[in-house]
Each structure stands twice: as structure tokens, then as C-alpha cells.
């Protein structure tokens, strides 16, 4: 009675450690099923989302590449803001004075016989205030030192001055330095009329020596000096001394 007793608690012994190692193994097998599952489904979740994004990636890459080789950029030129300077040119109405200036490779002598021509005074009387000086005298309206190349006639105020020889009347002008200015020609000679107070004759006239062409006024840069007339003498544009070819009766 008692083996089987004891024999029937081995038994059932037996039996429960069979089933708690069933169990066991059974429970050990599902968890590695789940986790193999778990493994499995996470990988391939990875890999979707990373294929996702790959594809996006690629799909923003062809579209950004494809807008890009589609534009064609055109620079503009560069315009520069400048104006360009005008350059206005300042007219004086008034002739303009050059100084008179000397040639001295030709003498007063080749000059005078390079023409013939004689002339007269250009006044009644034959007073000589200045004579033709090539080199610098003493001008006290300006308190400069230059040639004088023409003679200083004086008188008085208004008085007439005639013409020293015929020809054409050629210019007429008022300069700033010599005053209202009459030209007179004849072949290669021009005699220059300067400080005149009025004039009696026009461009173009024809005049005989003698004749009236005007009368006395001022020298604007003689106005220190007494009341004449200034004449100068060109011959081929050469400026010669007037005194030289004034025939003297005295």
C-alpha cells in the first residue's frame, strides 16, 4: 500500500515538472516568434521609409535639375550713369586783340623796299607824338614795356583824319586796346587808322588820298598819352614804319 502510494507521488511529481517544462519551452519558443516578428516587421518598416525617402530625394533632385538646365539667364548690361560734359564755347561779340608782334628776320628796310608806295600825314599838322620802335618802350596806361609798331599823330579832339594814300576800304571794327579801327588797302599795303571818334566811310568804299575818313578820338591803351591818332603799316602782313614812306617837302 505504501509503494503504491509513493510510486503514484513520483507520478504525479513527474507529471508536473513535465508540464512546467513544457510550458516553459513553450513560452520560450512563442517569445522568440514574437521577437522574430517584431525583428522582422521593424527591418522592413526601415528599409520603407528609407526607400521613401530616397525616392523622394531623387524625385526633388530630378525636378530641381530639370527647372535649372530649363532657364536661360540673360545678364543685363551694365549701363554707367555719366553724362558727358558739354562744352559750350564762350563767343565775344567784341574782335578779338592780338598783339602785334614783330618779325624780326626781316628788317624795316627789306620792308620798306618791298613796296613803293608814298604817303601823306594823316593830319593837318605832322606833330609825331611816338615814333615806330621795334624794340620795348614804355606804355604808363598799361605799366608795360613793348615794341610800339605804328607812330602816334596828335591833335585835337574831332579833328579830321584824311586818308595817307588811295585804295579800298577794307575793314572796319571797333578793338578793345585801339579803338574804332579803319582799314585801308592798296596792292600789298594796309594802312591801319586806330582811335578814331567817328567814321565817315563804309566797307567797300573806294577813297583818294586825302580824303576824309574820319575824325580824332582815343587810343583805349594810349588814353594816358595826349589825343592822337594811331597808325600802323603793313606790307605782305609785315608791320613797317609809316615814317619811312612819308614824303617830306620841308
Known sequence: MSDYYNRNNRRKKRSRREKIG????????????????????????????????IQVTTSEAVQVNENISGIKETLAEPKLNMERPTIVAAIDTQPQTTEPTVDSSRTALQTMLSTDITLGYPLNSNNVLREYNEKSVYFKTLNVWKPHTGVDFSGDLGEDVNAMTGGAVTKIYDDKM????VEISTNNVVCIYSGLGSINVKERDSVESGDKIGSLGTVPFEASDANHVH????????????????????
Not at 585801339?178 to 579801327?181: P, Y
Not at 597808325?231 to 620841308?250: C, H, M, Q, R, S
Request: hydrophobic share 40%; net charge negative.
Open 231 to 250: 597808325i600802323a603799316v603793313k606790307i605782305d602782313g609785315k608791320y613797317a614804319d609809316p615814317l619811312t614812306f612819308i614824303k617830306n617837302d620841308e
Open 178 to 181: 585801339f579803338g574804332q579801327t
Open 22 to 53: 513544457f510550458y516553459t519551452a513553450f513560452s520560450i519558443c512563442l517569445i522568440a516568434v514574437c521577437m522574430a516578428v517584431y525583428s522582422t516587421y521593424n527591418t522592413l518598416s526601415v528599409q520603407d521609409k528609407t526607400n521613401n525617402v
